[in-house]
């Protein structure tokens, strides 16, 4: 078979109006800005206050935007991918919404549920349709409503989170640019140290699972922390070494954004500056499927061809994983 190498050709991106800061949290629960802003980065995150919309909705907003930079119509998609944790619904999946908002009607749809980790997996997925010449343009979308799962009586998750969403299209590379490597990783958490307890097949919907708050993300944080600042580093390592980068060859190390201090710890070990690193956590805090798309469009304007970009992400599952390519838009 003749394998072709796919790029990102295009992002897109949506976050909502309303801007949540530290400040406003004071007021729901026991925190403060000074101690959210020093253990984690943030400073303030979006929240999607419109009851009528949801994930698909952000999703398909960022799909629209990247569709347009690149000038492609929705009926030339062939897939849509999208990564959440906060589905519209259950079933059917939410990328099936989005396609239908969008008008991709030449495309299939389906879903990716790997946390934090999501886009990432996505992406691979994605590419793998592009390099086998089963499919020429896939979206990748990571979208995630946390604030539908947040418990706002717990102080140490949902200061974390919020909502938001990022998209990239993906595409035939013919110039040596795009996705060179990715390594993936996962060990399931049998302590259920990251989780949603309740909604799905094995603890469905009950009074009683209201009545005991099971619907929200719990988390033991130390635990995640640990886990994931190993992990992060450890994998962005490992696919620098397989692909003989030193330090001065990576442009760009486009992380998850879970905790600033993950960050920093995961920078540290791969010998980068602090300018080689985008981070917006301060400004969206924790959007989990949509942190690294937001990232590349927050930077876009940055990035030059050819940059080479580690991404690397760590999240529930466990689940984690690293991304090595060269920007390929001009
Ligand atoms: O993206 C998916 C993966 N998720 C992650 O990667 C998240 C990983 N975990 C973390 O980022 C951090 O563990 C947290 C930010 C969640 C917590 O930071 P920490 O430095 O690990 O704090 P801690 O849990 O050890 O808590 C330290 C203290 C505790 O008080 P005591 O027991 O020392 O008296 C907490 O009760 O801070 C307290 N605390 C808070 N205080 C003010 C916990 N949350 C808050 C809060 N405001 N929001």
Not at 127 to 144: F, H, N, Q, W
Request: glycine letters at 8%.
């Amino acid at each position: 078979m003749d394998v072709k190498q796919a790029k990102i050709t295009a992002v897109g991106h949506y976050l909502p109006e309303f801007r949540m800061t530290n400040f406003e949290l004071e007021k729901l629960m026991d925190t403060n800005d000074e101690w959210i802003r020093t253990r984690t980065g943030i400073s303030e995150r979006r929240i999607l206050k419109d009851p009528d919309k949801a994930t698909a909705f952000m999703g398909a907003e960022a799909a629209k935007e990247a569709l347009e930079n690149a000038g492609v119509d929705a009926s030339e998609i062939d897939l849509v991918i999208l990564a959440t944790v906060t589905p519209d619904f259950l079933f059917p999946a939410t990328a099936c919404l989005v396609q239908n908002m969008i008008g991709a009607t030449n495309a299939f749809a389906f879903d990716l549920s790997a946390a934090c980790s999501g886009f990432l997996y996505a992406v691979s997925t994605g590419s793998m349709y592009i390099e086998s010449g089963r499919a020429k343009k896939v979206l990748v979308i990571g979208s995630d409503k946390m604030s539908s799962i947040l418990d706002y009586t717990d102080r140490t998750t949902s200061i974390l989170f919020g909502d938001g969403a990022g998209a990239v299209l993906l595409e035939e590379s013919n110039d040596g640019t795009g996705l060179i490597d990715q390594i993936h990783h996962t060990e399931g958490d049998t302590n259920c140290s990251l989780y949603q307890h309740a909604g799905g097949s094995r603890n469905p919907a009950t009074k009683e699972t209201v009545e005991n708050r099971q619907h929200y993300i719990t988390q033991d944080g130390r635990a995640v922390f640990k886990k994931a600042t190993m992990g992060m580093a450890d994998v962005s390592l490992e696919i620098m070494k397989k692909n003989n980068l030193e330090p001065e060859d990576v442009a760009w190390l486009v992380p998850h954004q879970a905790n600033l201090r993950i960050i920093d710890a995961t920078a540290n070990r791969m010998g980068l500056s602090s300018e080689k690193v985008m981070i917006n956590i301060n400004k969206y805090g924790n959007t989990t499927a949509g942190t690294i798309p937001l990232c590349l469009y927050d930077w876009k304007d940055k990035l030059n061809y050819g940059d080479n970009l580690i991404l690397a992400a760590f999240g529930g599952g466990f689940t984690w994983g690293a991304i090595y390519l060269k920007w390929g838009i001009k």
